[in-house]
């Protein structure tokens, strides 16, 4: 029944990199927004703390389906350049979730008890340092489950880049299928899901590592894993 | 490229189209994921043998899987499989439906955890039978708690219907796309695309917010 699975596996691991690709660089965007904007929401500055607010309840009031479209197909006729669709997809995918991120950002840093702010400045730290070295340690640790979470919506959104033809794993299913019989069909959507499950399981891992790492140097024990509900997906 | 108004205000009339039937599909995925995942969150806590671990195999199958893939399967495959014609309407809230019972399931599981173990010792030191347990104390109890979670589930299940123009449903972003392909002018009906979500989702966000505040968070 399933002679052709052979074609099918190699096709779609094709797609694989790809979608890779799209994961990693969406999730160092990602980060590297969420951080930016979710401390720019406590800035002392009103405009900076305007701005920020602007771009993380634009990103998040909009579909991600919206913004891929924006950017692939009107961006380019804005500015008269077009961007690759592995590129487009990265950066809707990072500018999307780092909206997120930002929330995630602000909400861990507003967690950390006030003591710690006031042991910083009793000690005279410069605003600088005590980020860096007192407020963020602790703050990271606590952002990590979301982070999790959020990489792992990340990478179901790479489904998304189907629509711009960016040869990632769901394209390159959708093209072989037409071309079988719908019994093959089945190796075709039971490889692409096992491969998404199997990519979320490794983001897990990667993201627990982290979290005990951050428990061990803050001298904490690892936390117990409660059963806590995920973190929206959406909701502005 | 400039913002041609005219032509912006001539696609209104085919985005509105198109938004009446992304909340059409989000009202109905949404009911039926409250339902659905009422029923998973159940069968998981009362735990009924096998049936317990098969929902939640297959939960986290479902949640840890691109929405889009699950709606490529279903409707390409499974519904030919099964012989039944379902328009793209329907496949799109079915399959919205299913894929966020998965989320609200958690979410109820969550609420009927945060109900103190008193009530359920209560009611059983009135022994009252099990469904009325759940009907009479620990539901009406549970829900509420997490009417904001499965609130904020909705407005992110809005914003994902557009994945459903892959099948072909008439969403207000496909509708964006038929108006550009005709004049190739993507500018204005994609860009007030957006607009029209944010004028649903921000307004909706408002109100879960408000709700929020009200119930207490779970």
């Given at each position: 029944?399933?002679?052709?699975?052979?074609?099918?596996?190699?096709?779609l691991v094709?797609g694989l990199?790809?979608t890779i690709?799209?994961?990693?660089?969406?999730?160092?965007?990602?980060?590297?927004?969420?951080?930016?904007?979710?401390?720019?929401?406590?800035?002392?500055?009103?405009?900076?703390?305007?701005?920020?607010?602007?771009?993380?309840?634009?990103?998040?009031?909009?579909?991600?389906?919206?913004?891929?479209?924006?950017?692939?197909?009107?961006?380019?006729?804005?500015?008269?350049?077009?961007?690759?669709?592995?590129?487009?997809?990265?950066?809707?995918?990072?500018?999307?979730?780092?909206?997120?991120?930002?929330?995630?950002?602000?909400?861990?840093?507003?967690?950390?008890?006030?003591?710690?702010?006031?042991?910083?400045?009793?000690?005279?730290?410069?605003?600088?340092?005590?980020?860096?070295?007192?407020?963020?340690?602790?703050?990271?640790?606590?952002?990590?489950?979301?982070?999790?979470?959020?990489?792992?919506?990340?990478?179901?959104?790479?489904?998304?880049?189907?629509?711009?033809?960016?040869?990632?794993l769901?394209?390159?299913g959708?093209?072989?299928?037409?071309?079988?019989?719908?019994?093959?069909?089945?190796?075709?959507?039971v490889i692409e899901l096992l491969f998404y499950l199997l990519l979320a399981?490794?983001?897990?891992?990667?993201?627990?590592?982290?979290?005990?790492?951050?428990?061990?140097?803050?001298?904490?024990?690892?936390?117990?894993?409660?059963?806590?509900?995920?973190?929206?997906?959406?909701?502005? | 490229?400039?913002?041609?108004?005219?032509?912006?205000?001539?696609?209104?009339?085919?985005?509105?189209?198109?938004?009446?039937?992304?909340?059409?599909?989000?009202?109905?995925?949404?009911?039926?994921?409250?339902?659905?995942?009422?029923?998973?969150?159940?069968?998981?806590?009362?735990?009924?043998?096998?049936?317990?671990?098969?929902?939640?195999?297959?939960?986290?199958?479902?949640?840890?899987t691109?929405?889009?893939?699950?709606?490529?399967?279903?409707?390409?495959?499974?519904?030919?499989?099964?012989?039944?014609?379902?328009?793209?309407?329907?496949?799109?809230?079915?399959?919205?439906?299913?894929?966020?019972?998965?989320?609200?399931?958690?979410?109820?599981?969550?609420?009927?955890?945060?109900?103190?173990?008193?009530?359920?010792?209560?009611?059983?030191?009135?022994?009252?039978?099990?469904?009325?347990?759940?009907?009479?104390?620990?539901?009406?109890?549970?829900?509420?708690?997490?009417?904001?979670?499965?609130?904020?589930?909705?407005?992110?299940?809005?914003?994902?219907?557009?994945?459903?123009?892959?099948?072909?449903?008439?969403?207000?972003?496909?509708?964006?796309?038929?108006?550009?392909?005709?004049?190739?002018?993507?500018?204005?009906?994609?860009?007030?695309?957006?607009?029209?979500?944010?004028?649903?989702?921000?307004?909706?966000?408002?109100?879960?917010?408000?709700?929020?505040?009200?119930?207490?968070?779970?």
């Amino acid at each position: 029944m399933f002679d052709q699975i052979g074609l099918i596996f190699s096709t779609l691991v094709r797609g694989l990199p790809v979608t890779i690709a799209a994961t990693l660089g969406g999730i160092a965007l990602t980060v590297v927004l969420s951080f930016v904007a979710g401390l720019a929401l406590l800035a002392p500055s009103r405009t900076v703390r305007f701005l920020s607010r602007v771009y993380v309840e634009g990103f998040r009031g909009t579909s991600e389906m919206v913004q891929l479209f924006w950017i692939y197909f009107v961006l380019p006729v804005l500015v008269g350049f077009e961007l690759v669709p592995l590129f487009a997809g990265i950066l809707v995918l990072g500018l999307n979730h780092g909206a997120y991120g930002a929330e995630i950002v602000r909400g861990a840093v507003q967690s950390v008890p006030k003591a710690q702010y006031e042991g910083a400045i009793a000690l005279s730290l410069s605003p600088a340092q005590r980020m860096l070295r007192v407020i963020l340690p602790q703050a990271v640790v606590e952002m990590l489950p979301s982070f999790n979470n959020l990489f792992i919506q990340l990478l179901k959104s790479t489904a998304l880049l189907y629509f711009i033809s960016a040869e990632e794993l769901t394209e390159r299913g959708q093209l072989l299928a037409p071309s079988l019989p719908i019994a093959q069909l089945v190796p075709i959507y039971v490889i692409e899901l096992l491969f998404y499950l199997l990519l979320a399981v490794l983001i897990t891992v990667g993201m627990r590592a982290l979290e005990r790492v951050g428990a061990r140097r803050l001298g904490r024990r690892a936390p117990r894993r409660r059963s806590t509900p995920p973190v929206t997906a959406g909701g502005v | 490229m400039n913002w041609d108004w005219d032509y912006a205000i001539d696609s209104l009339p085919l985005l509105f189209q198109g938004i009446v039937v992304t909340v059409e599909l989000t009202v109905l995925g949404a009911l039926l994921a409250y339902a659905l995942g009422l029923v998973l969150a159940l069968v998981r806590q009362v735990r009924v043998p096998v049936l317990s671990q098969l929902v939640y195999l297959f939960v986290e199958f479902i949640r840890s899987t691109p929405l889009l893939i699950q709606v490529f399967a279903f409707y390409y495959l499974l519904q030919p499989a099964l012989g039944l014609r379902l328009s793209p309407f329907v496949t799109g809230f079915v399959m919205l439906g299913i894929h966020y019972a998965t989320y609200t399931s958690e979410v109820y599981r969550a609420g009927i955890d945060a109900v103190p173990k008193g009530q359920w010792e209560a009611a059983r030191a009135l022994s009252l039978p099990r469904g009325r347990v759940w009907t009479g104390v620990i539901l009406p109890q549970a829900v509420p708690r997490v009417l904001p979670s499965l609130g904020n589930y909705t407005i992110s299940m809005f914003k994902e219907t557009p994945l459903l123009l892959a099948i072909g449903v008439l969403d207000v972003l496909n509708r964006a796309q038929e108006a550009a392909s005709e004049t190739f002018r993507y500018v204005e009906p994609v860009t007030l695309a957006g607009v029209f979500f944010l004028l649903v989702s921000y307004p909706a966000s408002i109100l879960v917010r408000k709700l929020e505040r009200r119930a207490g968070t779970v």
